[in-house]
Every structure is written in C-alpha cells, then in structure tokens.
C-alpha cells in the first residue's frame, strides 16, 4: 500500500465549477497535511496546509481533513483555467517532519 | 517566489560522474529539506537538514550525501551517478522541523546521459 495515494487523473471540469480532489494516507501518526498545486515543468507552490480534523478555507480553495478515516481532500470553487495543474497531497509525519507526497492529480478546467 | 533559490538550473552529466546541487534557503528558515521528483511522480524525501546536521533521511542510498552550512543554505552531492537519477531535484526550507510549512525552490533539473 502506497504511503501517500491519489488518483492520478485527470479530472475534467468546467470552468466555474467545483473541483474535488481526494489523498487517502496510511500513517495514522501523520501531524499535517498540505496541498501544494505544480504547473509543468515547475516546481510545486503551496496552497494549502492543515493540521486538524474538519475543513479550512483559503478563498476559493477548502482543505478538509478526516483523521478517522485517514482523508484528506481539496475543494477549488469557482475553477477557472488557470487552476490546470497538478496538485500534489503531501502529509508530514515523524519527529523531524518527513513530508510524503502522492503522486498528484491532474486538473483539467475546460472553458 | 518563495526566496528559496537554487543552481544550477540545468545540468547534463554523464553515468559514473559526481554531481553537486546547490540551494539557498529563504529569510528566516533553518531547515533545508531535498527532494527527488522522477517525470510523472510526486517528490521523494532524501534528506532534511537543521542547523547543520542531517536530521533524517529517506530510502536512498549513502551516494546521495548533503551539507548545510551556517547561513543554512545547503549542497546535494550525488556521487557515481546511474541514468535513474535523471530527475528534478527540489530544495524545500521550513523555519523549523515540527508540522511546519516547507517552501519550495524552483528545482534542478538533472539528465544522465
């Protein structure tokens, strides 16, 4: 079982709708949780972050998290194109913060 | 742009060279953390560095070794390079080791040839 998994995609939306994006982790120990979104050939930009259960909202982005049911997922409201990336989940986890990414979702916003 | 920087941009080298990366962590940050992103993957944690020592290290083997040095900025050193270790090699700085945030530089891309 892979540490970190998302599907790889891609999703397809259309422009101004919701995208839902999805990341399942292994290690229940795992302390935090990021989002960051990669444009090809880029390197990965932080969007998100959060450390406790329930949902957190940054504009048009919302990161919930579900320690239960070891669940992580990114809403982007309103998509636009410029939101066509991959994004990446990545959970930190152990006493130094090894941060483990999954292998992204491609994000298609279709006009 | 998050202030980290990093050189070269691009590299091609040859299987069997040495090969040192460079990075410059952001203002404020003393935790260097090295990543491997292979084409189509997600980033694979090498090693972190704080305050100058190696402060854990993912499954990769002694060839890849690292330094930090007092102004916290740090070098990735890949001896007897093997045509696998093509990839773009991401430098993250974090102001600290515990469920902080890491920001990412724009990366080096490595070929092997």
């Known amino acids: 079982q892979k540490e970190v998994e998302q599907n790889s995609g891609p999703l397809s939306v259309p422009e101004g709708a919701i995208a839902s994006l999805n990341c399942t982790y292994s290690d229940r120990g795992s302390q935090s949780f990021f989002w960051y979104r990669q444009y090809s050939g880029k390197s990965p930009e932080l969007i998100m972050f959060?450390?406790?259960?329930g949902d957190k909202e940054d504009g048009r982005f919302t990161a919930q998290l579900n320690k239960a049911s070891q669940y992580v997922s990114l809403l982007i409201r309103d998509s636009q194109p410029s939101d066509s990336a991959t994004y990446l989940c990545a959970v930190g986890s152990g006493g130094y913060q090894k941060v483990t990414f999954g292998t992204g979702t491609k994000l298609q916003v279709i006009p | 742009e998050t202030g980290v920087t990093q050189s070269p941009t691009h590299l091609i080298k040859t299987r069997g060279q040495q090969v040192t990366l460079r990075c410059s962590s952001q203002?404020?940050?003393?935790?260097v953390s090295w990543y491997q992103q292979a084409l189509g993957q997600g980033p694979q944690f090498i090693f972190q560095y704080y305050r100058e020592e190696e402060n854990g290290r993912g499954n990769f083997p002694p060839r890849f070794s690292g330094l930090q040095f007092p102004n916290y900025s740090s070098e990735l050193n890949v001896n007897a390079l093997e045509l696998d270790d093509s990839a773009l090699y991401l430098c993250a700085s974090s102001p600290g080791t515990q469920r902080e945030t890491q920001y990412f530089g724009p990366g080096t891309r490595l070929l092997v040839l």
């Open positions: 203002s404020g940050h003393n935790t």
């Open positions: 959060i450390y406790s259960n």
